[in-house]
Nanobody
Framework: QVQLVESGGGLVQPGGSLRLSCAAS????????MGWYRQAPGKQRELVAV???????NYADSAKGRFTISRDNAKNTVYLQMNYLKPEDTAVYYC????????????WGQGTQVTVSS
């Protein structure tokens, strides 16, 4: 079973930056579209950014211009660089590989907490 391990979260002041990492224990990592998602308290999990195997990206409106998704296939890792963080970015961040039918290829990891507060 593929494991997803997210890391890099923490407490940051508004306007600050964080870089999240997600390592996947799969040999075929490079073929998957990978996405970053987040879930704030009392809210549903939402898509933040996706990156397909060809390098195409898509971002939620809230992330455009501030977040950048990237991947290192040699390390089976997807990253999320987050700049100009806002309090509303506070959430647990997860990664996964979405399917075309709206499901996910892998079980969810434990996520990494991002808290933006002064």
């Amino acid at each position: 079973q593929v494991q997803l391990v997210e890391s890099g979260g923490g407490l940051v002041q508004p306007g600050g930056s964080l870089r999240l990492s997600c390592a996947a224990s799969t040999k075929n990592f490079s073929i998957y579209t990978m996405g970053w998602y987040r879930q704030a308290p009392g809210k549903q999990r939402e898509l933040v950014a996706v990156l397909n195997s060809g390098g195409d990206t898509n971002y939620a409106d809230s992330a455009k211009g501030r977040f950048t998704i990237s991947r290192d296939n040699a390390k089976n890792t997807v990253y999320l660089q987050m700049n100009y963080l806002k309090p509303e970015d506070t959430a647990v961040y997860y990664c996964n590989a979405p399917t075309y039918s709206g499901n996910y290829y892998f079980s969810w990891g434990q996520g990494t907490q991002v808290t933006v507060s002064s």
